[in-house]
């Protein structure tokens, strides 16, 4: 006695679509990704607890090296160049100005900027750079860089971002904040990598009752 | 998984005599390939998401409005902590005493973390409060960095201001008597490690 046969039914599925959906995503993500471009000035950052991110667009970038030396970053060619206008005739430096909008960031002491953007952008390094002087209170050049941001900008949206390395010292971190404050900037954002809040703590427990974080 | 044909045995005979010719399956097993385009995907969706840096917002307060308003704080709610080199990190509760017996030390985390002596400070508070709606008013921090504290120092404390949820908090400048029992005890520290 036979018994009657069950059509065995293959379990394999065709792939071919999967693998399709899987390389075109992984295509768009590739493709989507900015990389970060190799910096000039090599700086780690702090972690901490704030969970906003970080603004990429009308930003005044100020950075702290962890030899404590300043520069700073600015995404806006129109503010650069009033800026570059605005020094060549209060102090009369002599600013290529061309060079000034396209240069990624600023660190050297105003008397010398001109030989400063005549250095080739690529061989700007942040370790061979003098920086911007912020440690001499009676000579904190930052004061004047930001009392000319503030006019270039009044009014629009501007916010003002703070990059410290993790080992630069306290008074370079000093030397801006005085030059802030001398300007009536009393606002400002420091840049760090995210970090979850330790378990326990006020922060935590709040965040576990669902109350939204401020800042 | 690999794929068998098994098409072969399902075929009409295609009549005696006519011979058939063997057929190769072009079909390949895709099942790897899909687990490697994965694969790629969540490693790319998790490098990009975590590499973005977020921003802590810090207020200064404003140095000529009101110099009235300053040192009002209660004696009893306030914590100043200071910051050396090497990582090292003392406080004190309410005001420093001639006999600096009230100067502590601390640490950044661990044992007999900075966090601890927050939250015994912010409880002590919290249990003397007079006004029931808003329990800290009285909870100042006051925040003095020294000369040689780095960077990273300042941000981890504003950092645990913000993981405890202290409402109010400065960042002052050091004394020079502060600076010089900051600098004092750096050096016994790392005399004795």
Same mark, same amino acid.
Not at chain 1, 13 to 34: G, R, Y
Not at chain 1, 178 to 202: H, R, V, W, Y
């Given at each position: ?93 002599? *600013? ?35 920086? *911007? ?15 000319? *941001? ?40 420091? *840049? ?24 | ?12 005979? /295609? ?8 057929? !190769? ?10 687990? !490697? ?130 409402? /109010? ?25």
């Amino acid at each position: 006695m036979g018994r009657a046969k069950l059509p065995r039914k293959s379990t394999t599925i065709d792939m071919t679509a999967m693998c399709d959906v899987a390389f075109l995503l992984l295509s768009f993500f590739i493709l989507t990704t900015k990389f970060k471009p190799a910096e000039a000035i090599a700086v780690t950052t702090p972690s901490s607890v704030a969970s906003k991110v970080a603004p990429t667009k009308d930003f005044v970038l100020i950075t702290i090296t962890k030899d404590g030396k300043v520069f700073l970053t600015m995404d806006d060619e129109q503010k650069k160049e009033t800026i570059a206008n605005a020094l060549n005739t209060t102090r009369n430096l002599g *600013i290529d100005v061309a060079a000034f909008k396209k240069a990624g960031f600023f660190g050297a002491p105003l008397a010398g900027m001109k030989s400063f953007l005549a250095i080739p952008e690529e061989n700007r390094k942040g370790d061979q750079l003098p920086g *911007i002087p912020v440690m001499d209170s009676t000579n904190n050049e930052l004061v004047t860089w930001m009392q000319l *941001i503030n006019e270039s900008y009044a009014g629009a949206k501007m916010d003002l971002l703070l990059k410290g390395d993790n080992v630069a010292k306290y008074p370079s971190f000093k030397g801006v904040i005085n030059a802030l404050k001398k300007n009536d900037i009393l606002k400002f954002q420091m *840049i760090t990598n995210p970090e979850n809040a330790p378990m326990g703590s006020d922060l935590w427990k709040q965040s576990m009752n669902g109350v939204k974080q401020e800042n | 998984m690999a794929e068998l044909d098994t098409s072969g045995g399902g075929h009409k005979k /295609k009549g005696p005599g006519v011979k058939k010719g063997k057929k !190769l399956s072009t079909r390949v097993d895709l099942t790897p390939m899909v687990d !490697l385009g994965f694969l790629l995907i969540t490693f790319f969706i998790f490098t990009t998401t975590m590499s973005q840096p977020t921003a802590m917002k810090l207020f200064l307060p404003d140095d000529k409005v009101n110099p009235e308003d300053q040192n009002k704080a209660k004696e009893s709610g306030v914590l100043t902590i200071l910051m050396g080199a090497d990582n090292h990190i003392y406080y004190y509760e309410g005001q420093l005493k001639s006999d600096g017996s009230n100067f502590l030390s601390a640490s950044y985390n661990g044992e007999n973390s900075i966090r601890d002596v927050i939250m015994k400070k912010k409880a002590d508070v919290r249990s003397r409060a007079t006004d029931p709606n808003n329990p800290e008013k009285d909870l100042v921090i006051v925040i003095k960095p020294a000369k040689e504290c780095t960077y990273k120092n300042v941000i981890d404390i504003l950092d645990e201001m913000a993981i405890n949820v202290v409402k /109010k908090y400065a960042l002052v400048d050091i004394s020079d008597g502060e600076s010089q029992l900051v600098s004092i005890s750096d050096k016994s520290a790392q005399a004795q490690p």
